[in-house]
């Protein structure tokens, strides 16, 4: 119904920023809500933020609180992850995902996935 493809990964030096995005495609974008994800190797799946239909409820997760910000364009069918004061614990691959609530916490109540873009913080 959907597809969504991430971009604006890299390697950067701890300090520094990124702005990923993630388009989407096939449906009307404003009919989900949308989130992001993180999986470093080893490691579970976890959430980093999510934001609803309207752009105007957000949620981001204590570990980023304060340093990731998520917003939404609509017209560009396209959700951001600001992501500032990167840390080496960021390092993980990010994905975007799409679903029924900004309130969902798990990645299981998330029906649509990207790819993932590579995120690398350097000490």
């Known amino acids: 119904q959907v597809q969504l493809v991430e971009s604006g990964g890299g390697l950067v030096q701890a300090g520094g920023s990124l702005r990923l995005s993630c388009a989407a495609s096939g449906r009307s974008f404003s009919s989900y809500a949308m989130a992001w994800f993180c999986q470093a190797p080893g490691k579970e ?3 980093v933020a999510a934001i609803g239909r309207s752009g105007i409820g957000t949620y981001v997760t204590d570990s980023v ?3 990731f910000t998520i917003s939404r364009d609509n017209a560009k069918n396209t959700v ?3 992501m500032n004061s990167l840390k080496p614990e960021d390092t993980a691959v990010y994905y975007c995902a799409a679903g029924d609530s900004y309130y ?3 990645p299981q109540q998330y029906g649509y996935w990207g790819q993932g873009t590579q995120v690398t913080v350097s000490s």
């Open 45 to 47: 799946r976890e959430f």
């Open 65 to 67: 609180k304060g340093r």
């Open 80 to 82: 951001y992850l600001q």
């Open 104 to 106: 969902y916490r798990l």
